[in-house]
């Protein structure tokens, strides 16, 4: 292939992702995003630069390398291209789909100072597809090391520092709470985001290393960390922070009110949203409205579209400017004709005489100075209350540690939010114990907790080395 000049380069416009059209995709589940050909794949990879200092890779928690895999993509190399990208992110057809990469990785690369940046996590997505649907997974390495090591919780975390721990010889045993692996993955990304089939096969890649995962244990209660040290080298808690924040509001007892964590997980995890539901129904209101401005209040009102809701509503107390919501995810909601309504906060949930949710009661806020996460902050009109009718309500507002493992071993130090404390290198007070994620970072992101996986496996790698 010839060699393309900067210049040549700078000249290639950037790709757009085929899509669903709005109104269909709003009725169904399906993915919304469709794919890029292999032609459209090779002519983006070829608008990277390939600079010196690789500022993306510095912007990736698991340190992908990026313009290493983006060249062998651009010369048509894809089994090349796979196997960088399989080497550095066990998950990498998730991260593609989900992985805020504006921020981080799209976000650093220089193309965007003059322009639009590579479209890195299209071409993740694009390369992980096509490793699944064209080559073997990895096999676990010949060498073992004859120690092994339990990971608690299959969340990203987990199953990224499962990967890792198993390519470097290992013996891996994942503990996982719910009766299917995948965690967040699968319980709290819809099926529209992150197909179930695309978390399946990252599995499976990580089952061909030698990873063994045992589902319906809750740490805990089923067995205690101290059970689990007595019996393995070393372990890594990634059970997330699976305990959802309520308003703390009058009205948040009635029925059709939701946190948005059993709202998605009858959806996602129990399968709500089929025509057959499974035995586990969710109440459909013709009027949703959802509390929240992340991604997870995204996933609730959009997912609520899906379920036949006639209006969906997002309540925001800020603007549109401060949502933390991936941009594409807000993109996708408008043009999926879920309502905003920004500068606004709940004051009380009413019910009807049947206990049912008829209303939510709200008052209009208006910015004003900057609080400590740098947005402003929202302070209440006088005199601006305002009812809003709706059947259902759903309370997107995070979610904060559960302390079903931490209660059960006293002697593992947590903060006054009750997260793990844990230090640089994922170790936390117990020797031999290293935790990452939700668990020790709160609510973040998959990526982040996948970094933390990703350290974790090489410290304890070097921690089971160090007692060889």
């Known amino acids: 292939m010839t060699e393309l000049s900067s210049k040549e380069r700078m000249a290639i416009s950037r790709t757009t992702m085929p899509e669903q059209d709005a109104i269909e995709r709003s009725a169904n589940f399906k993915e919304v995003n469709l794919g890029l050909t292999a032609e459209w794949a090779i002519r983006e990879a070829q608008r990277c630069l390939g600079c010196k200092k690789r500022p993306c890779v510095d912007g990736c928690p698991v340190n992908v390398r990026i313009p290493d895999f983006l060249e062998r993509l651009a010369e048509g190399d894809m089994a090349g291209a796979a196997a960088i990208l399989r080497a550095d992110n066990a998950l990498p057809a998730t991260t593609g789909r989900v992985c805020p990469q504006e921020m981080q990785c799209e976000g650093l690369c220089v193309r965007g100072k003059r322009g639009e940046p590579v479209a890195v996590g299209w071409l993740e997505r694009f390369v992980a597809d096509w490793a699944a649907d064209s080559l073997e997974p990895d096999k676990a390495p010949a060498d073992k090391s004859g120690f092994n090591v339990a ?19 290992h013996g891996v045993h994942v503990f996982e709470a719910l009766h299917d692996t995948g965690g967040v993955l699968r319980y709290g990304i819809p099926e529209f ?7 399946d096969k990252e599995v499976e890649n990580l089952k061909a290393l030698g990873v063994e995962i045992e589902c319906n244990v809750i740490v805990g209660r089923t067995m205690t960390l101290d059970d689990i040290v007595n019996e393995y080298d070393a372990v890594f808690v990634a059970n997330g922070a699976g305990l959802p924040m309520f308003l703390n509001i009058p009205g948040e007892n009635l029925k059709g009110v939701y946190s948005a964590n059993e709202y998605l ?41 899906r379920l036949g809701s006639e209006r969906a509503i997002i309540a925001y107390r800020r603007g549109r400017e401060e949502m933390p919501a991936r941009q594409e995810e807000i993109k996708h909601a408008e043009e999926e004709q879920v309502e905003f309504l920004f500068l606004v906060a709940p004051l009380e949930i009413l019910g009807d005489d049947q206990g049912w949710v008829r209303a939510v009661r709200l008052q209009k806020m208006e910015l004003g100075e900057p609080d400590a996460s740098g947005r402003r902050r929202p302070q209440a009109v006088p005199g601006s209350e305002y009812e809003l ?4 309500a759903v309370v997107a507002l995070g979610t904060v540690a559960n302390p079903l493992l931490t209660s059960a071993t006293p002697a593992l130090k947590v903060d006054k939010w009750g997260n793990i404390l844990a230090e640089e290198n994922q170790s936390t007070s117990l020797p031999g114990v290293y935790a990452g994620g939700d668990i020790v970072r709160g609510g973040a992101t998959v990526i982040l907790a996948m970094g933390d996986g990703k350290r974790a496996a090489q410290s304890i790698d070097a921690y089971l080395k160090s007692k060889a």
Request: proline share 6%; glycine share 18%; net charge positive.
């Open 389 to 392: 009718e709706c059947d259902i």
């Open 265 to 305: 997980t009858r959806v996602n995890l129990m399968g709500a949203w089929m025509d057959d539901p499974c035995g586990t129904p969710i109440a459909r209101g013709k009027r949703v409205v959802v509390f929240g401005g992340g991604n997870v209040a995204m996933d609730s009102v959009r997912t609520a579209k």
């Open 193 to 199: 985001r992150l197909p179930k089939g695309i978390v």
């Open 151 to 169: 990971v608690i919780g299959s969340g990203p975390g987990g199953l990224t520092a499962a990967g890792e721990l198993a390519r470097k010889g």
